[in-house]
Each structure stands twice: as structure tokens, then as C-alpha cells.
């Protein structure tokens, strides 16, 4: 059955098609965002939920999403989902950080034109039929420090811009190496600095706990006297009242600002002040970025639910198109090594170690671990996913480590998972053969190679004879079918280990039997998805 995706804001057309291109089942109700209880009544029949800024995804919606496994945001912001409880609920959640950039730099610089010259002022006084040339005095760009708080996509754009137009810039960003800012002709400094230096201070972070209120009431204060400030990046990252209190004394001379702290934003406290130049958050609207981001979203959401493919995705690791074809049979064997393990175990969990080997160390580590977290999680909880495994286990305290290592051994590449509980240690090693079929090659040190089966039984003994008779009789008497088994032992007389593959799940009375032989020191029933 194809994929069903519902569109739940003003998409256009042409993206909306390119769901129906590539064969995906979907739903075009541009209003129905705005309508929470209309959404929240149908939601539950959509793999993937395509949206703009109006669909809020709160946890309500997410609990009746119950087939939903993406939310493709057409844009770059995403306060109107709820990442943590769609996390929590397995949903993976993407923007398109992308195809607005262009728009967005474009945007700052403009805004950085209108409040140097005050465009919008002397436009409003000459449109009222008045003549104050003399009001309205300006100052270049040319040759004036521009500071630049974030220096990635958007950031960069501005960056190249204003070097056009001959300013000095100067860019603060924690994650700009010296080398990128010579490539980029800027100069790194931190942000005393830069709050020192700059005639004027543009931003282009994200909204996080370490950026909210950077310009706050004290940086501000560090400011050069007759800065302007421009924030076309996010509300929430300048302290609106205290920039409003520097432009009333005359230590700030102007600010522009397209976003704010709530919004829409109908009272602020730069609204009516002298030179402050207002925008209604239009970073990104112009009628290339708006059909960019849409089509961006209608490919990536589609290349998720056709391949797994991951782009720009906010709580999963990205998987490429080509990683996703490769990394498919180690995606399978990391899962199903956690899955092992974890059925294993009813313990609480304290750590996780992974260590990939030769071709698995060279590959998506995180997706990796995602994949091995999740079927570790899954005997905990079966609806965990790759997505909201991560998320459980860190609720848990669980601590997660990952080695790499170059080849050491027979195989061409392997993962092996060590879970760590108050108790014990288990290990269980894992590659994929030529086959691109996933094995078992080692379980609690012993060498062995198994295949994974739907119904399994992993029992050990005592390496002695007899044993693997008395096992398959036992089964026989109760009418259970042995469709193979594969053994290994440490050493002759020492510990043995045996999985057994069945057509069918194990009555637990098969299993009570067994252990009441006293033969066996484990006798656990597995099962994997093998599809």
C-alpha cells in the first residue's frame, strides 16, 4: 500500500505533485492546519504530515497520529512542532534549512540599507506631502564594521554580501574555524569584540538555551555607541525591552528587526521608537523561497517514506539516498544485534558500548547506533523506533559510548554490542555476509555463525554429550518443529551455547520444561523482525 501524506497548510501545487509523481498517496487540505480538532480527528490515517508555519503538531495531535512517521516543515522554523514529544512518538521531524537562505541574508541586508538611511521613515514623510531633507541623515555602509553573531548558512550569505559592498566584517560563531573564516575573508573574534568593534550587529543563530537573550541587557550595554542592530534570525535572541531603553537614550541609533520574542506581534517595545524599522517575520517570503522550500519538503518526505532516506532531519542522524542503499544491511544486523541483547536482559540498563570494525567504523555511525539503540529499547517498550530510542534511553540515565576501530579480523567489518547492568556484562557480535544477509558471529565470546530467524531459541549448557539430543526430544514431545540450529563452545567441557530455529513462538510451558532439566543455565525465546 503506498504511503499517505496529508498537506495540511498553502503548499503548492507543484509540490503536491511531486508526492502523486512518485507514486505517494496524498491529501492536499491547505486549511485544515488551522483547524486543530479537524486534524487531530483525521491525522491518524497519514504516514507523513506536510506543513508550513500555521499546522501546530502538539502532543494532543501527535497522540492520535498513530500511523505518522514524518513532519516535513516547509521552512526553516519549527517552534510549531513539538520536537520532544514526536521524538518520544517516533516521528521524525525535517525542515528545509536551505531554500530560503538566499531570501533570509537578502532580507538582513536590506534592513541593514533601510535603518542606515531611513528609508522607511522618510518614505512615510515625503508620501504625507512633506519635504525633511534635512530630517533624515544617513550613513554609508562602506567601510563600516559589520558584526556577524553566526556565521553558518544564512550567516555566511551576509557575510559575502556586506564584504561587496566593502564593510569589515567581523564574525562571532563558537563553530567557525580560523581556516573557514579565511576562506570566507572574515575575521573570527569573540563577542565582547565584536560587541566593541561593530557600527553594526546582525544575527543569524537558531533559538537555543546558549543563544536566547545573547544581545541581553548587559551585552547590549557593550555595544559601540551609534550601533545599529538588525535581527532577521529569531525573537527571543535580543532583549527587545533593553535595546528599546539604549535607543531612547541615544546609545543605539536604529535597529531593524522581522522577528520577535512573541509574535504575531501586535505591541513591542520597539514599535514607534525613532529609526526602528519593522517587519512582519518576511525572511523568507519571496516566491522563489516559498516554492523552493515546498518542493524541497515534497522530495525529502518522499525519499523517507519510499527509501529511508534522511535529509534535515532535526531529531535522527541524516542518511543519504546511496548511505541508505549500503547501510540497509547494517541498519538490519545493528538492530538485530540490540535486539538480542535486549531480549536478554531484564536488568536495568546502565551502559551501552558499540564498537564498529573495518567497513561498519567507516559508515553512519549514528544512524548505527540509533538502529542498535532501538532494538536494544524495543524489549522494553515495542513501539520504540531509531527516532525515540535515543530519547528513552536518556531518560533512563543510560550512558551510550561508540568505538571504531580499523579491520582486525576475518571479517571485512563488524559491530559488537556490550550492554553493562548493575549484574553483568553481555556482548553479542554481528556482520552482513556477501549475501547481504545479517549474522551472528559471536555471542558472550564464542565464535559462531548464525543466521536470524523470526522464532529462535538461545539456550547454554555445559559442553558435554547428550545435550543437543535431550534439547531436540524435549522439543519434539511437545510438538514443537526444529527447522535448524546452530552450536559453539568455548572449549571442549566448557561452556556451549545453542540457537535453535522454530517455526513457530515458543509456549512458555516448552520453556519451563527445559529449565526444570536442569541441564540448561539459559533457555530464552527470541524473536526478530525478519521482513
Not at 534439547?471 to 518443529?481: D, F, I, R, S
Request: a negative charge.
Amino acid at each position: 500500500m503506498a504511503p499517505k501524506v496529508l498537506v495540511s497548510d498553502k503548499l503548492s501545487e507543484t509540490a503536491v505533485q511531486i508526492f502523486r509523481d512518485r507514486g505517494i498517496d496524498v491529501d492536499f487540505l491547505p486549511d485544515v492546519g488551522k483547524d486543530k480538532e479537524k486534524l487531530a480527528e483525521i491525522i491518524g490515517e497519514y504516514d507523513g504530515l506536510a506543513i508550513r508555519s500555521a499546522t501546530k503538531v502538539t502532543p494532543t495531535i501527535l497522540e492520535h497520529a498513530t500511523k505518522l512517521k514524518v513532519v516535513g516543515r516547509a521552512g526553516i522554523g519549527t517552534d510549531n512542532v513539538d520536537k520532544e514529544a514526536a521524538s518520544k512518538k517516533g516521528v521524525i521531524v525535517m525542515n528545509t534549512p536551505f531554500g530560503n537562505m538566499i531570501t533570509t541574508a537578502e532580507h538582513a541586508i536590506a534592513l541593514m540599507f533601510a535603518v542606515a538611511r531611513q528609508i522607511p521613515a522618510a518614505d512615510a514623510s515625503t508620501q504625507a506631502g512633506k519635504w525633511e531633507k534635512s530630517k533624515f541623515m544617513g550613513t554609508e555602509l562602506t567601510a563600516k564594521t559589520l558584526g556577524v553573531i553566526g556565521a553558518g548558512n544564512i550567516g555566511g550569505i551576509v557575510c559575502d554580501r556586506a564584504r561587496g559592498l566593502k564593510m569589515k566584517v567581523v564574525a562571532y560563531d563558537p563553530f567557525l574555524s580560523e581556516e573557514k573564516a579565511q576562506q570566507m575573508q572574515v575575521e573570527k573574534v569573540e563577542l565582547d569584540e565584536l560587541l566593541k568593534r561593530a557600527d553594526f550587529i546582525t544575527l543569524h543563530v537558531p533559538l537555543t538555551d546558549g543563544t536566547r537573550n545573547i544581545l541581553s541587557a548587559e551585552n547590549l550595554a557593550k555595544t559601540k555607541k551609534g550601533v545599529r542592530i538588525i535581527n532577521c534570525a529569531r525573537g527571543g535572541l535580543v532583549d527587545e525591552a533593553a535595546l528599546a531603553e539604549l535607543i531612547k537614550s541615544g546609545h543605539v541609533a536604529g535597529a531593524a528587526f522581522d522577528v520577535f520574542k512573541e509574535e504575531p506581534a501586535t505591541e513591542n517595545p520597539l514599535f514607534g521608537l525613532p529609526n526602528v524599522v519593522c517587519t512582519p517575520h518576511l525572511g523568507a517570503s519571496t516566491t522563489e523561497a516559498q516554492e523552493n522550500v515546498a518542493l524541497q519538503v515534497a522530495e525529502q518526505m518522499s525519499d523517507y517514506l519510499l527509501t529511508g532516506a534522511v535529509q534535515n532531519a532535526l531529531n535522527m542522524p541524516s542518511v543519504t539516498a546511496e548511505e541508505a542503499k549500503v547501510m540497509g544491511p547494517w541498519i538490519k544486523v545493528a538492530g538485530h544485534l540490540g535486539g538480542f541483547i535486549g531480549q536478554m536482559t531484564d536488568e536495568p540498563i546502565k551502559a551501552i558500548n558499540i564498537l564498529y570494525d573495518g567497513e561498519a567504523a567507516t559508515m553512519n555511525l549514528e544512524a548505527l547506533n540509533c538502529a542498535t539503540i532501538a532494538g536494544i529499547m524495543k524489549s522494553i517498550s515495542p513501539e520504540v523506533n531509531m527516532v525515540s530510542a535515543p530519547v528513552i534511553a536518556k531518560e533512563r540515565g543510560i550512558q551510550i559510548s561508540t568505538t571504531r576501530q580499523e579491520q582486525s579480523g576475518v571479517f571485512e567489518g563488524y559491530i559488537k554490542v556490550t550492554m553493562v547492568t548493575a549484574k553483568r556484562e553481555r556482548s553479542i557480535a554481528g556482520t552482513v555476509f556477501s549475501d547481504g544477509k545479517p549474522r551472528f558471529i559471536q555471542i558472550k565470546g564464542i565464535n559462531i555463525d548464525a543466521e536470524v530467524g523470526e522464532h529462535m531459541l538461545y539456550t547454554t549448557n555445559e559442553d558435554m554429550p547428550g545435550i543437543i539430543g535431550t534439547l531436540g526430544t524435549m522439543l519434539g514431545e511437545h510438538k514443537v518443529n526444529l527447522a535448524n540450529f546452530t552450536l559453539g563452545r568455548s572449549k571442549q567441557g566448557g561452556q556451549a551455547i545453542a540457537i535453535s530455529y522454530l517455526d513457530e513462538a515458543l509456549d512458555p510451558s516448552v520453556v519451563d520444561a527445559l529449565k526444570a532439566t536442569g541441564l540448561f543455565k539459559q533457555v530464552k525465546p527470541l524473536q526478530f523482525d525478519v521482513a
